[in-house]
């Protein structure tokens, strides 16, 4: 199995950043997904970003400007950077690892994709 933890976590301003990482251990995936969700309590996982072992990445419409997904060189650990946090941004954040065809280009954006989850880490953003 793949261990994925979060870290980065905190209570900031609206405007604030907060860079997030994500740390994998355990099968090494030489192809892969990493991607970051988040939820609010009573409210479905909501897609944030993906980022691929080939270093293709994808934003929702929300993070889109604002968020940046990125990876180390040894592909170990992944980070999002948020800017410019809004109070809406405030939610539990997952990190979350699927292996991918080695052949595919295809990101993968929904959370029953994924099959190693971290344990979330708090963001909350105040006004």
């Known amino acids: 199995q793949v261990h994925v933890v979060e870290s980065g976590g905190g209570l900031v301003q609206a405007g604030d950043s907060l860079r997030l990482s994500c740390a994998a251990s355990?099968?090494?995936?030489?192809?892969?997904?990493v991607g970051w969700f988040r939820q609010v309590p009573g409210q479905e996982r909501e897609f944030v970003a993906v980022i691929s072992s080939s270093g293709g990445t994808y934003y929702s419409d929300s993070a889109k400007g604002r968020f940046t997904v990125s990876r180390d060189s040894g592909d170990d650990t992944t980070y999002l950077q948020m800017n410019n946090l809004k109070p809406e941004d405030t939610a539990v954040y997952y990190c979350a690892v699927v292996q991918r065809s080695p052949t595919s280009v295809a990101l993968r954006l929904h959370a029953w994709e994924y099959d190693y989850w971290g344990q979330g880490a708090q963001v909350t953003v105040s006004s």
């Open positions: 355990g099968r090494t995936f030489s192809s892969y997904c």
